[in-house]
């Protein structure tokens, strides 16, 4: 799987839009972006994922660039609750694994 | 609320012992993923398993085991406790299904955290 570089930490003021980046430079043609978050110590939590064309979804935007070497993560409207460490992850979904290789991730904070 | 259950919860136990971590994925999921969460080392995975038939294997010490039953449900098995081992362990599960839009999702289960004394 290709490796992920992602800030340590983030800060975003409550109601703004967190946005937050990604680099992959080494991404093959065939693996998928994820993004997971990890509130505290809860198990991590699916947000979005993507190929190579933008995605939408009820909790957040994923934009990736059209060289596939980038991608940022929107929550539009941050609130207190998005405070959580966020992970990027590119992996290939080949048949019969899903496994998933975490880094640090980003430590974002919602501040009131 | 993910689907997948995990119990204990909270497990306290001297070096030396060795305790059962037990999985049950969300209904119709057939795999199940092991991963430890230990301060220094963030979310390393661990083991999977397919149907009952282990189908990728991680960074998982001679010490541990793991497998899945008929009825789905996965135990992970810690033996010769060290004091290294105390850890938040995670159980994932997710649909294996070719052609699902949604490939690679993982639904996390909220975790056993292991103290070892």
């Known amino acids: 799987d290709a490796k992920t570089t992602q800030p340590p930490s983030m800060d975003c003021a409550e109601g703004r839009a967190a946005n937050l980046p990604c680099n992959h430079s080494?991404?093959?043609?065939?693996?998928?972006v994820y993004w997971y978050r990890q509130i505290h110590s809860q198990g991590p939590q699916y947000i979005i994922h993507g190929l190579k064309n933008n995605e939408t979804n009820e909790m957040a935007s994923l934009i990736i660039t059209e060289d596939r070497k980038s991608s940022t993560l929107i929550l539009p409207h941050a609130t207190l609750r998005d405070t959580a460490v966020y992970y990027c992850i590119v992996s290939f979904s080949g048949a019969g694994s899903y496994q998933l290789t975490f880094g640090k991730g980003t430590k974002l904070s919602v501040i009131p | 609320d993910s689907g997948v259950t995990q119990t204990p919860k909270h497990l306290i136990t001297a070096t030396g012992q060795r305790v059962t971590l037990r999985c049950s994925p969300r209904s119709g999921d057939l795999s199940v993923y092991w991963y430890q969460q230990s301060l220094d080392q963030g979310l390393q995975f661990l083991i999977q398993y397919y149907n009952g038939e282990e189908r990728a294997k991680g960074n998982i010490l001679e010490r541990f085991s793991a497998q899945q039953f008929p009825d789905l449900h996965s135990e992970l098995n810690l033996s010769s406790l060290e004091l290294g081992d105390s850890a938040l362990y995670f159980c994932a599960s997710s649909v294996e299904a070719s052609g699902n839009s949604r490939t690679g999702e993982l639904f996390f289960g909220e975790g056993s955290r292991l103290t070892v004394l």
């Open positions: 080494t991404i093959s043609g065939n693996e998928y």
